[in-house]
């Protein structure tokens, strides 16, 4: 058990500053009197207790965390949080442990899939919780442990290695692993408290426009409505949610360093950037041009007005609303379903495949095509000026080969219990993109608690193994792992 000791310290100390950020909700619900105070009083005294429990008889271990120490712990993270994040639902609504989980899993995986309704009169400070958690897990909870743990005595490099998304896992933006996460949380919050003022400007209440910076930053897709976000009904707002979702889905290293060093030439280096925002403005105009061919919409200024917005939340993995889009012709939904799997960058909030690595992909499938025609031509994969390492080349094969795997195969377990292949495809897909909203039963209109609780279950694994780009978790389920 000692072997474990680092993981078990680390976790603890996590669950305990975990514990901390429920006295937040705590604390506003008690002001407002909303009535949920008692949910958080027991759920932060729960939490503290195991976190203390965890990190009592491992407290003078001061061993580095290995490479082994830090999947098993981000893993941990993951899996775990979830369940302490879901005691103020379990405890204050009327839901099953299952959809609880769910919740929280959603809420920390920004993925934003919900069993609720009743949004608009439910507790201020529940809403509260379920978009804080969006942005805590928006950047990443581990992330923000780097920042704190080396403080407590406990190295993070390890850990940001198995969270850090994208294939470019060596890039480091400080030499001090600590300052980097630190770095990338102050632009986070920079941008966080931008965005929720801009909304308070064009018309949000203010506690509305707090939650949904928070949703909208993380790319999660929590309202504090049921119509999500066209209650509000205003195209300010949409602008504003759009600029902002786009920011997030940019590289957070980027932004990092266009800040740093006060200058727009990251975003003209980025390599992802043109991809991300050509393949986006392509895709909205096609969709624009389709959708009134096919008689969808009358005019083009309302056209493009909501498949723009739609187009970039989901591509995003926002999964914010302003009408039913489960409406419009199938291909519409389908592809901007399909956007969602690609189009956000490594290091941003989104979920998929990152747009790095459909990049290399790209290139990859373009040599093979050139050395069939000249065998001997010599044909490098390259990201701007810099060639691919072939590791790196092949680990984004394999990646590509088991997150299509994973689709198909959990597709075809929910359809197996009894889901039509539409909803069973898409809420797999929503799930493993962290998007959120998928089609026909899970669509922007409805919520996941038509799901049984078997399939409620799969669509948080699916969640669980997007957040952690599929790799990180099935290292630890692996009987190697477990071998000294």
């Given at each position: 058990?000692?072997?474990?000791?680092?993981?078990?310290?680390?976790?603890?100390?996590?669950?305990?500053?975990?514990?901390?950020?429920?006295?937040?909700?705590?604390?506003?619900?008690?002001?407002?009197?909303?009535?949920?105070?008692?949910?958080?009083?027991?759920?932060?005294?729960?939490t503290?207790?195991?976190g203390?429990?965890?990190?009592?008889?491992a407290?003078?271990?001061?061993?580095?965390?290995?490479?082994?120490?830090?999947?098993?712990?981000?893993?941990?993270?993951?899996?775990?949080?979830?369940?302490?994040?879901?005691?103020?639902?379990?405890?204050?609504?009327?839901?099953s442990?299952?959809?609880?989980?769910?919740?929280?899993?959603?809420?920390?995986?920004?993925?934003?899939?919900?069993?609720?309704?009743?949004?608009?009169?439910?507790?201020?400070?529940?809403?509260?919780?379920?978009?804080?958690?969006?942005?805590m897990?928006?950047?990443?909870?581990?992330?923000?442990?780097?920042?704190?743990?080396?403080?407590?005595?406990?190295?993070?490099?390890?850990?940001?290695?198995?969270?850090?998304?994208?294939?470019?896992?060596?890039?480091?933006?400080?030499?001090?692993?600590?300052?980097?996460?630190?770095?990338?949380?102050?632009?986070?919050?920079?941008?966080?408290?931008?965005?929720?003022?801009t909304?308070?400007?064009?018309?949000?209440?203010?506690?509305?426009?707090?939650?949904?910076?928070?949703?909208?930053?993380?790319?999660?897709?929590?309202?504090?409505?049921?119509?999500?976000?066209?209650?509000?009904?205003?195209?300010?707002?949409?602008?504003?949610?759009?600029?902002?979702?786009?920011?997030?889905?940019?590289?957070?290293?980027?932004?990092?360093?266009?800040?740093?060093?006060?200058?727009?030439?990251?975003?003209?280096?980025?390599?992802?950037?043109?991809?991300?925002?050509g393949?986006?403005?392509?895709?909205?105009?096609?969709?624009?041009?389709?959708?009134?061919?096919?008689?969808?919409?009358?005019?083009?200024?309302?056209?493009?007005?909501?498949?723009?917005?739609?187009?970039?939340?989901?591509?995003?993995?926002?999964?914010?609303?302003?009408?039913?889009y489960?409406?419009?012709?199938?291909?519409?939904?389908?592809?901007?379903?399909?956007?969602?799997?690609?189009?956000?960058?490594?290091?941003?909030?989104?979920g998929?495949?990152?747009?790095?690595?459909?990049?290399?992909?790209?290139?990859?499938?373009?040599?093979?095509?050139?050395?069939?025609?000249?065998?001997?031509?010599?044909?490098?994969?390259?990201?701007?000026?810099?060639?691919?390492?072939?590791?790196?080349?092949?680990?984004?094969?394999?990646?590509?080969?088991?997150?299509?795997?994973?689709?198909?195969?959990?597709?075809?377990?929910?359809?197996l219990?009894?889901?039509?292949?539409?909803?069973?495809?898409?809420?797999?897909?929503?799930?493993?993109?962290?998007?959120?909203?998928?089609?026909?039963?899970?669509?922007?209109?409805?919520?996941?608690?038509?799901?049984?609780?078997?399939?409620?279950?799969?669509?948080?694994f699916?969640?669980?193994?997007?957040?952690?780009?599929?790799?990180?978790?099935?290292?630890v389920?692996?009987?190697?792992?477990?071998?000294?």
């Open positions: 058990m000692e072997r474990y000791y680092p993981v078990v310290r680390a976790f603890g100390l996590l669950l305990i500053c975990f514990a901390a950020t429920l006295l937040i909700p705590l604390a506003i619900s008690w002001w407002l009197a909303d009535g949920a105070h008692s949910a958080y009083d027991e759920a932060f005294l729960l503290l207790a195991v203390l429990a965890l990190w009592w008889p407290r003078d271990c001061r061993t580095e965390l290995k490479v082994r120490d830090g999947f098993l712990l981000v893993v941990l993270v993951w899996t775990l949080l979830p369940f302490f994040g879901s005691l103020p639902l379990l405890l204050h609504l009327d839901i442990f299952t959809d609880a989980y769910f919740e929280a899993v959603s809420g920390l995986t920004a993925t934003g899939a919900t069993v609720l309704s009743g949004l608009d009169t439910m507790p201020l400070s529940i809403n509260f919780w379920r978009t804080f958690m969006h942005w897990g928006g950047m990443g909870v581990v992330v923000l442990a780097v920042a704190i743990l080396p403080l407590l005595g406990i190295g993070g490099r390890q850990m940001l290695r198995a969270e850090t998304p994208g294939p470019m896992k060596e890039n480091s933006l400080t030499p001090r692993i600590a300052e980097t996460a630190k770095g990338l949380w102050g632009v986070y919050l920079i941008l966080t408290v931008a965005c929720g003022l909304l308070w400007f064009f018309g949000m209440a203010p506690w509305d426009a707090l939650m949904h910076a928070f949703s909208v930053m993380g790319l999660g897709g929590f309202s504090t409505k049921d119509a999500s976000l066209g209650h509000f009904d205003s195209f300010a707002i949409e602008l504003t949610v759009m600029f902002f979702a786009l920011l997030s889905g940019l590289n957070y290293a980027t932004h990092f360093l266009a800040l740093h060093g006060r200058s727009l030439n990251p975003y003209r280096n980025d390599p992802e950037a043109p991809y991300f925002l393949l986006l403005a392509a895709s909205i105009l096609a969709l624009t041009i389709y959708l009134l061919a096919v008689g969808t919409f009358e005019h083009f200024g309302a056209a493009l007005r909501y498949v723009a917005f739609h187009s970039i939340s989901l591509a995003t993995s926002l999964g914010l609303s302003t009408t039913d489960g409406q419009w012709p199938f291909f519409a939904q389908i592809w901007m379903l399909f956007l969602g799997s690609f189009i956000a960058c490594s290091g941003s909030t989104g998929g495949i990152k747009m790095i690595r459909a990049m290399i992909l790209y290139k990859q499938v373009y040599r093979e095509l050139m050395r069939a025609m000249h065998p001997n031509v010599v044909w490098p994969v390259r990201i701007g000026e810099t060639p691919v390492p072939q590791n790196i080349l092949f680990a984004v094969l394999a990646f590509s080969f088991m997150y299509m795997a994973s689709i198909v195969s959990l597709t075809l377990v929910m359809s219990s009894g889901l039509e292949i539409v909803t069973a495809f898409s809420a797999v897909v929503a799930s493993i993109n962290n998007t959120g909203p998928g089609l026909n039963l899970v669509g922007p209109s409805t919520t996941y608690a038509v799901l049984t609780d078997f399939q409620t279950w799969v669509c948080s699916a969640m669980l193994l997007g957040r952690l780009e599929i790799f990180t978790l099935l290292v389920l692996t009987p190697a792992f477990w071998r000294r």
